[in-house]
Nanobody
């Protein structure tokens, strides 16, 4: 299976933008749907967004709709999360996760994913 590594987190002010990346090694991401999850201090890990294997379909958690965009470039083995108009409540460790699938299905559950990255910290100050 592939290994995943996130990058792009940092400290920004409210209203700013960040672009996170999730890059796979050890294999191709073409056979995986990919999702982003986040875990804020004192909270459990929650679904953020997911994208199908071919990049045509995507789903978002309600609080990030219209602000975040998930995309992928399979030629680069990378999935992105473009985050705009960031809010303090977006502060969390963001992790990407891959789901091995033979279809274009997506999954919103942690248990629906086979491989996880280590996460990248996003901090949004007011």
């Amino acid at each position: 299976q592939v290994q995943l590594e996130e990058a792009g987190g940092g400290l920004v002010q409210a209203g700013a933008s960040l672009r996170l990346s999730c890059t796979a090694s050890g294999g191709t991401l073409e056979s995986y749907s990919v999702a982003w999850f986040r875990q804020a201090p004192g909270q459990g890990r929650r679904f953020v967004a997911t994208i199908s294997r071919n990049g045509i379909h995507s789903l978002y958690e309600n609080s990030v709709k219209g602000r975040f965009t998930i995309s992928r470039d399979n030629s680069k083995n990378t999935v992105y999360l473009q985050m705009g108009n960031l809010k303090p409540e977006d502060t969390a460790v963001y992790s990407c996760a891959a789901r091995l699938t033979q279809t274009q299905d997506m999954n919103l559950l942690e248990s629906g994913h086979n491989v996880w990255g280590q996460g990248t910290q996003v901090t949004v100050s007011s």
